[in-house]
């Protein structure tokens, strides 16, 4: 087993090319690696290995469901992130929402930037979360995924994202999930509402009847007072 490193631009160039052959122009392998890369410099581009793999084998299924000789420009501008969102669902299918809550809660900034936590609070976290089948196997499962990865600093293990790339997709789905919890938590509100409404309309309406009650029993009462009398 050896370790593949994150490519230079140069090289994932090459890798993109060379295999591509008559499928890819330069001009377009081009732009699929600075969108890997998250930069318009290649010089000083990073591109992880396994993104660049996933991006060019979703665009080459796309080209062939689409009956195209190339991929094309036009075809990477309509595909990318629609590639990104399918490779962060697949990646988290299998685990609870809670684990999915945890990666886009704790490793990306409010702001939207990649944030990195040590490995023992994130396995804390994944385990509160219920990850499955247990938090070591679940994160060990992320990294292999290519979704998390772990590196070294300061002889410190720590997690974060795999690559920059993936920010837009991961503030995208905390975006949605917290506007559909704010609606799920809305939507309760007014049926503990209702309920309350329900019960207090519900109790009027008994206290109501035994105010009826008890007048005429009163009305009872002094009618049979009087006839006495």
Same mark, same amino acid.
């Given at each position: 087993r050896l370790r593949l490193a994150r490519m230079t631009g140069e090289q994932a160039l090459e890798a993109v090319v060379r295999p591509g052959g008559r499928l890819? #122009?330069? &001009?377009?392998?081009?732009? =699929?690696?600075?969108?890997?890369a998250g930069s318009t410099?290649?010089? +000083? @581009? *990073? %591109? *992880?290995?396994?993104?660049? #793999?996933l991006i060019c084998r979703e665009l080459n299924n796309s080209r062939l469901a689409q009956g195209r000789?190339? /991929?094309?420009?036009?075809?990477?501008?309509?595909?990318?992130?629609? /590639?990104?969102?399918?490779?962060?669902?697949?990646?988290? &299918?299998?685990?609870?929402p809670s684990v999915r @809550?945890? =990666? *886009?809660?704790?490793?990306?900034?409010?702001?939207?930037? !990649? *944030? +990195?936590?040590?490995?023992?609070?994130?396995?804390?976290l994944l385990e @509160?979360?219920?990850?499955?089948?247990?938090a070591a196997r679940c994160l060990a499962t992320l990294v292999d995924r !290519?979704?998390?990865? =772990?590196?070294?600093?300061?002889?410190?293990? !720590?997690?974060?994202?795999?690559?920059? %790339?993936?920010?837009g997709v991961v503030q995208g789905a905390r975006?949605? !999930?917290?506007?559909?919890?704010?609606?799920?938590r809305?939507?309760?509100?007014? %049926?503990a509402q209702q309920s309350r409404a329900a019960a207090t309309r519900a109790a009027f309406n008994r206290a109501r009847t035994i105010a009826i009650g008890t007048s005429a029993l009163a009305l009872l009462a002094a009618g049979s007072a009087a006839f006495g009398i």
């Open positions: 890819v #122009s330069r &001009s377009v392998a081009e732009s =699929i690696v600075r969108f890997v410099d290649l010089d +000083n @581009a *990073e %591109v *992880e290995p396994s993104l660049l #793999s000789a190339e /991929i094309g420009a036009e075809l990477l501008a309509g595909s990318r992130d629609a /590639i990104l969102v399918d490779f962060y669902t697949r990646a988290l &299918s299998d685990q609870p @809550a945890v =990666i *886009e809660d704790y490793l990306l900034t409010d702001s939207g930037y !990649r *944030e +990195n936590l040590a490995e023992e609070r994130m396995l804390k @509160a979360a219920g990850a499955a089948p247990a !290519r979704l998390l990865r =772990i590196e070294e600093r300061l002889d410190v293990r !720590r997690v974060e994202l795999t690559h920059d %790339v993936l920010c975006r949605s !999930r917290v506007d559909r919890e704010a609606k799920e809305a939507e309760q509100e007014l %049926v």
